[in-house]
């Protein structure tokens, strides 16, 4: 991330495009992933982009802060 100020939100958004781009690069890469090493690897990532989505939520409620 080239800008420190860049606005919480706005970052974890950018996080969770990043996340997206990665599982679809797997996936263009590996179309039939399931049953292969790749399909823990999209799991572990899909978790990550839930779990950031959450995160959202709780800076959103201003539950989190920066």
Not at 27 to 46: C, D, E, G, H, Q
Not at 49 to 58: E, F, M, R, V
Request: no cysteine; net charge negative.
């Amino acid at each position: 991330m080239e800008n420190q100020e860049l606005p919480l939100m706005q970052a974890i958004e950018e996080v969770d495009n990043r996340i997206l781009d990665i599982i679809e690069l797997y996936r263009a890469i590996w179309p039939k992933f399931n049953n292969t090493p790749v399909n823990p690897v999209i799991s572990n990532l899909y978790n990550a982009y839930k779990a950031n989505g959450k995160l959202a939520d709780h800076v959103d409620k201003g539950w989190v802060k920066r």
